[in-house]
């Protein structure tokens, strides 16, 4: 016998048993109940971590569709553009819907942001594009699969802007341009970040993180530069209120409603 039959019969043999092996395995009474379990397992991982999963996948893949000529090549460009209020970042290529008029509750800011990213307005830093003062946009950058709205993970790519980087926001048939100025990581409690004294408008951007969980909130704050800040109208009047509102985050997760979370 040749070398290379006698190499065909061993792995003949071999496979043989291994189909024989699986047949039994197949229909071993144990078989069925640990196919069964193994498949709830992964279906109860996917459910409670699918935002991870396509958090993850998100940050490396376009999440808006930006229209080049849309764009503002000259950033001290004064332009007109349609009265529907949008936020634009070319680097990350987001083009989103903004959503003003809302109250900063969470249970507000979750169903504003099922239609883009939404205005959190609180004391003290309740400013409008072409405002001094802080506007405060809130957009997720991942939420459950699950959950209604197109604009769960728009914010996938906010880490990536640095300082330097450019933000349009069109407001009232008006384009305004901000440049970044700097990111910081704070604690969802940390409200007050978004409250300081300035004179100029600044637009402050604010998403979840790390990717898949509302553990912190990014804020990425940019300073107005067109049209001329100087001339910009005054802040909002405060009316005393206090704000009780946390930065906004994302819905609970599987395991979190089904303990009674909201």
Known sequence: MSKDQALYELREQLLGKVRKQATKIRR??????????????????????????????????????????????????????SPDPRLIIPKI????????????????????????????????????????????????????????????????????????????????????????????????????KLVYPTKKPVLTLITCTPLGTALNRLLVTAEQVSPDPAKANAAPKEDGTKNTASIPGSTPTFLERLFGAE
Do not use: C, W
Request: charged share 20%; net charge neutral.
């Open 28 to 81: 071993s009474r144990h078989f069925l109940p640990v196919a069964a379990a193994l498949l709830i397992v992964l279906i109860f991982v996917f459910v409670q971590y699918n935002r991870v999963f396509i958090a993850s996948v998100s940050a490396y893949v376009s999440p808006g569709s930006i229209d080049p000529q849309n764009i503002v090549i000259d950033p001290t460009a004064d332009l007109s553009v």
């Open 93 to 192: 290529n987001v083009d989103v819907p903004v959503v003003y008029g809302i109250t900063p509750d969470h249970t507000s800011q979750m169903k504003a942001m099922e239609k883009g990213v939404a205005h959190f307005a609180i004391p003290g830093a309740k400013s409008r594009p072409g405002e001094v003062g802080n506007t405060v946009l809130s957009g997720h950058s991942s939420n459950d699969l699950f959950d209604p709205g197109d604009y769960k993970f728009i914010f996938a790519q906010l880490d990536k802007l640095t300082v330097g980087d450019t933000i349009y926001a069109n407001y009232k048939g008006k384009r305004y341009t901000y440049v970044v100025t700097k990111t910081e990581v704070v604690k969802p409690t940390d409200v007050q």
